[in-house]
């Protein structure tokens, strides 16, 4: 039992390493986030590589190299992986040939890879005789690839949604007044989600109230290197004088509230992600029509009531029909709450 809950224990923190090096890769590339690490039989990471983008080695075969730029051989040696090696010949090779070329004894991976081509790697491993494990932080590696899975089968942008409110659910008072509801530290998050967004996304209802930038700014209010392409939703004609039509960056407003249609033209135009900041009608539809798949909520220690509450209907009637979530991370931020979800019927 202790031999197998140190193995457990050992793969565990060896994909951790896998996961942070795939977050190294593009984000928005055609190929998925993946990393990859070789270990050896004490569980000491010998090589590690990752995915640095379309036409570039695969992180195994990024392993595999940095590998042998140390005189090391692959032999015996076990191979880490977020997701399952390829089987496809694409702009590079297969990686489940490359691993049994190597000489790997073992292959461990987070998830399958989903991919009609480019799945399958793990029966063409077990074929060679190579030992396969698989879904080791399966949930963690699956959400990883979850914006990538979203363009790839849905061809749209994946839609993360972010509100700030009061620990009751309102994002503004009576009056209308909803400056500042989170404190600094939240707002230097979002500033920096901006900054890492392709796209943030308006209803016109929140440019005519509150007259956003939607600018990525620093916290000595400079500007980020890069800013996010401003896109507006709704068919009212909007003030040419609006702060949001500014040269920071780029603004494109979509004059029609078929958002199935804006989310195809985002994604025809590159965009593969979007930032979605309000309102609660623009973001309740997305919700409604299945749009939603991850969620940034900014809750403050504050007690607010009445009517301004952060989405509206969303097209549940009973507690059955609720659109559950599943919590991934929750992090303190000054004296508010960051809660990050995602969709658990994606």
């Not at 949930?139 to 942008?157: G, V, Y």
């Not at 949604?161 to 009576?174: H, L, N, Q």
């Not at 909520?297 to 659109?323: F, H």
Request: proline letters at 3%.
């Amino acid at each position: 039992m202790n031999t197998q809950h140190n193995e457990q224990a050992t793969l565990g923190k060896a994909m951790r390493r896998a996961l942070e090096l795939a977050a190294q890769s593009p984000l928005y590339g055609e190929n998925p986030q993946v990393g990859a690490v070789l270990i050896n039989d004490d569980g000491e990471i010998v090589a590690e590589g990752w995915h640095k983008g379309a036409g570039t080695p695969h992180a195994e075969i990024d392993a595999l190299k940095n590998l042998a730029a140390k005189g090391l051989s692959a032999a015996n040696l076990t191979a880490v992986v977020t997701l399952e090696p390829c089987n496809h010949t694409g702009k590079t090779g297969p990686c489940s040939q490359a691993l049994i070329e190597a000489g790997v004894k073992k292959v461990v991976f987070g998830t399958y890879d989903p991919g009609k081509t480019e799945g399958g790697g793990r029966f063409t491993l077990e074929e060679a005789g190579i030992e396969v494990v698989s879904d080791v932080l399966r949930d963690e590696c699956l959400q990883l690839i979850a914006p990538w899975f979203t363009n790839k089968f849905k061809h749209r942008p994946y839609v993360v949604i972010k509100w700030a409110a009061s620990i009751d659910g309102r994002t503004a008072a009576v009056d209308g007044t909803s400056k500042w509801i989170t404190g600094a530290e939240a707002r230097e998050d979002v500033h920096a989600r901006r900054a890492a967004s392709q796209a943030i996304l308006v209803g016109t209802n929140t440019v005519e109230l509150d007259d956003p930038e939607l600018t990525a700014r620093k916290s000595d209010g400079s500007l980020y290197e890069t800013q996010p392409l401003r896109v507006i939703v709704g068919e009212r004609d909007l003030n040419a004088g609006a702060r949001v039509f500014n040269r920071d960056s780029e603004t494109i407003h979509y004059k029609t509230h078929d958002l199935s249609a804006v989310l195809t033209q985002l994604y025809e135009r590159g965009i593969r992600q979007v930032f979605v900041e309000g309102g609660a009608q623009i973001e309740s539809a997305l919700i409604s029509q299945d749009f939603s798949d991850e969620f940034l909520i900014y809750l403050a220690p504050k007690l607010i009531g009445g009517p301004a509450t952060a989405i509206r209907d969303i097209q549940v009637a009973s507690i059955d029909q609720a659109i559950d979530l599943e919590f991934i991370e929750t992090k303190k931020l000054g004296a508010d709450m960051l809660i990050r979800a995602v969709n658990k019927e994606k």
